[in-house]
């Protein structure tokens, strides 16, 4: 059983940045797949970005291209989420997911694919 906890949510204007953090408890943090996804009021939950277990590999939705960069150290089992020029449009929820994976270099970006989830964060940008 893994335990997902993020954290770094907050109110910041359109253009500023914030760093989101998921710190993991249980088993192996490295056999981990791990990914962000988002989720506004009446929207359906989307993907953001994901990261292999090794962290060699990484996915971004198009939407977060060039903004925000995902990343994880698994020494601390944390993952994180740099967020630059934030926008309004990237007010959401923001929670942080993990599945078992036996493999080094795979991502995964369905939600259907995660069996653990954080409670989530709250990301809102003013404009």
């Known amino acids: 059983q893994v335990h997902l906890v993020e954290s770094g949510g907050g109110l910041v204007q359109a253009g500023g940045s914030l760093r989101l953090s998921c710190a993991a408890s249980?088993?192996?943090?490295?056999?981990?797949?791990m990914g962000w996804f988002r989720q506004a009021p009446g929207k359906e939950r989307d993907i953001v970005s994901a990261?292999?277990?090794?962290?060699?590999?990484?996915y971004y939705a198009d939407s977060v291209k060039g903004r925000f960069t995902i990343s994880r150290d698994n020494a601390k089992t944390t993952m994180y989420l740099q967020m630059n020029s934030l926008k309004p449009e990237d007010t959401a929820v923001y929670y942080c997911?993990?599945?078992?994976?036996?493999?080094?270099?795979?991502?995964?970006?369905?939600?259907?694919?995660?069996?653990?989830w954080g409670q989530g964060t709250q990301v809102t940008v003013s404009s």
């Open positions: 997911a993990a599945r078992f994976s036996n493999y080094t270099w795979t991502t995964f970006y369905r939600d259907t694919a995660y069996d653990y």
């Open positions: 249980g088993p192996t943090f490295s056999n981990y797949a």
């Open positions: 990261i292999s277990r090794s962290g060699g590999r990484t």
